[in-house]
């Protein structure tokens, strides 16, 4: 490869672009930096560049219009779209458009360096098979979950795992069953990640996070027109993760009308968009995940028995996080690392007591509980707190000095949303209505941290609706352990 050839930079933050320029023109390649869309389509109307590098959040026209004139007029020049955002979908929608390679920002200098290299040496576009491995990539990465396993496994864990290695790449259907917060999610992308269709497409939906009609929109598109706010055509999820896999999370809370659409499609291989009147074919492998009986469901009428066997194929039991203590430890290990680096710093250590209590613990919400609460640790670095969740916490820890938080009242200290101290000689009535608002707190706190923070879930489980607890959470003070920043 010749480095004497010209390269575009299309980026609209000021530093970044001279970066880019400087690192490029450092490296022996004519650079031409630009601003925005404007300059770019004008650039490519003018000229004819080796390979472009595109930022695909410009100012109007955005990238993926750029990216769409710069293939009209020339198929073959590589054009390599970077993103801080790393959406799955914009990701496929650039692939889809004709872009050569992806580069989630930030990214190494040496990356980019290969990637262009790697670009220009080749033919023309690279294989889709490649492209579209990072675009499986940037799909995994977006999930909650780890592609491994912890070490050591349990033995229960470790007859999943043996079945997914040994079904991940026969294309059947996968049912996935067991409690909230087990890792269902992580053993969907175990499955995806080890089959042949590694680098297509991995495409996660909640199927309870949305209601029907707009669940159908998501999953099977929309043309324009077809209801009030579609102005223009949209892929749905399972064209998105056409020759790939779609996951289709909490399936026992899918309407019954959908369901006999989802039905069409493992049966036939196709389906009609709504509002559509040609059908689409797509191929994708289906996994699905529930934490509720089906059989039950389709006694009750809520679940579709021909769709239940057409899942049915293979089963794989997630077990909960009890049945397998012996990996509390090492995934306790992993939260650890995988937070104090994240938020850059914290707990580095969980005492032996918490941990004591960790593999002593029920663990209604399974790996996610796990996860929350080592999160909390980690930004809170205050043991007690979370020792507050499992039922107590001993002397020991305040020993080592890591101290609860004072007694609401006492000595004007008390948590967010408690309200002012009250005076030693307060009214019985207000000391009762004290109480009675921290207990509110601690029974919501609990259902949230029961719920993996799911605030649809603990109103059902506190038996309100989610208006009211949205406005208690946010009259008690309570903060989602997740919205955390940093660390000072």
């Given at each position: 490869m010749d480095k004497d050839c010209t390269v575009l930079v299309i980026e609209d933050d000021d530093d970044a672009r001279e970066a880019l320029c400087e690192f490029l023109a450092t490296a022996g390649y004519r650079v031409r930096p630009l601003r925005n869309g404007v300059e770019a389509l004008a650039a490519i109307a003018n000229s004819s560049p080796h390979a472009v590098l595109l930022d695909l959040v410009i100012p109007e026209p955005d990238g993926f219009e750029v990216l769409r004139r710069i293939r009209e007029r020339d198929p073959r020049v590589p054009v390599i779209v970077m993103s801080a955002l790393a959406q799955a979908e914009d990701v496929v929608r650039a692939m889809k458009l004709g872009a050569n390679d992806y580069l989630p920002k930030p990214f190494e200098v040496s990356e980019l360096n290969l990637v262009l290299r790697r670009a220009l040496d080749g033919p023309g576009r690279r294989p889709p098979d490649v492209a579209e491995a990072r675009v499986a990539a940037v799909v995994a990465e977006s999930g909650d979950g780890d592609l491994l396993p912890t070490t050591p496994l349990s033995?229960?864990?470790?007859?999943?795992?043996?079945?997914?290695?040994?079904?991940?790449?026969?294309?059947?259907?996968?049912?996935?069953?067991?409690?909230?917060?087990?890792?269902?999610?992580v053993i969907a992308r175990r499955i995806h990640a080890t089959s042949h269709r590694a680098g297509r497409p991995f495409v996660k939906i909640n199927c309870a996070a949305l209601p029907g009609e707009l669940l159908e929109s998501e999953l099977f598109g929309h043309e324009k027109g077809a209801f009030t706010g579609a102005h223009a055509e949209k892929p749905g999820k399972f064209e998105l993760a056409h020759r790939g896999t779609i996951f289709l999370d909490e399936i026992g809370e899918m309407d019954p009308r959908l369901q006999a659409k989802l039905l069409q499609v493992l049966q036939d291989e196709e389906f009609y968009r709504v509002g559509g009147k040609r059908p689409v074919r797509v191929d994708a492998r289906v996994v699905v995940a529930t934490n509720r009986n089906l059989e039950a469901a389709i006694r009750q009428g809520t679940f579709r028995e021909d769709l239940f066997y057409r899942l049915n194929v293979v089963t794989i039991r997630v077990p909960p996080l009890r049945e397998r203590r012996e990996e509390i430890g090492p995934l306790v290990r992993h939260f650890v690392d995988k937070y104090r680096q994240r938020y850059r710093g914290g707990l580095e250590e969980i005492p032996a007591e918490v941990m004591e209590r960790f593999h002593a613990y029920d663990w209604p919400g399974n790996v996610r509980e796990l996860e929350n609460l080592v999160r909390r640790l980690v930004v809170l670095r205050d043991p007690a707190m979370v020792l507050g969740e499992l039922g107590g916490?001993?002397?020991?820890?305040?020993?080592?000095?890591?101290?609860?938080?004072?007694?609401p009242g006492v000595n004007g200290v008390h948590r967010p949303g408690e309200g002012p101290a009250l005076p030693e000689d307060a009214p019985l009535k207000d000391v009762a209505r004290r109480a009675a608002r921290i207990a509110e707190r601690e029974a919501i706190l609990r259902a949230l941290m029961r719920t993996g923070w799911n605030k649809r879930k603990a109103a059902k489980r506190l038996q309100v609706s989610y208006k009211a607890l949205l406005y208690k959470i946010k009259d008690c003070g309570i903060v989602d352990p997740r919205d955390a920043a940093t660390i000072e």
């Open positions: 033995g229960p864990m470790e007859r999943v795992w043996s079945l997914v290695n040994r079904i991940a790449d026969t294309d059947v259907p996968v049912l996935l069953i067991g409690e909230s917060g087990v890792g269902k999610d916490s001993p002397p020991a820890l305040v020993a080592a000095g890591a101290h609860p938080p004072a007694a």
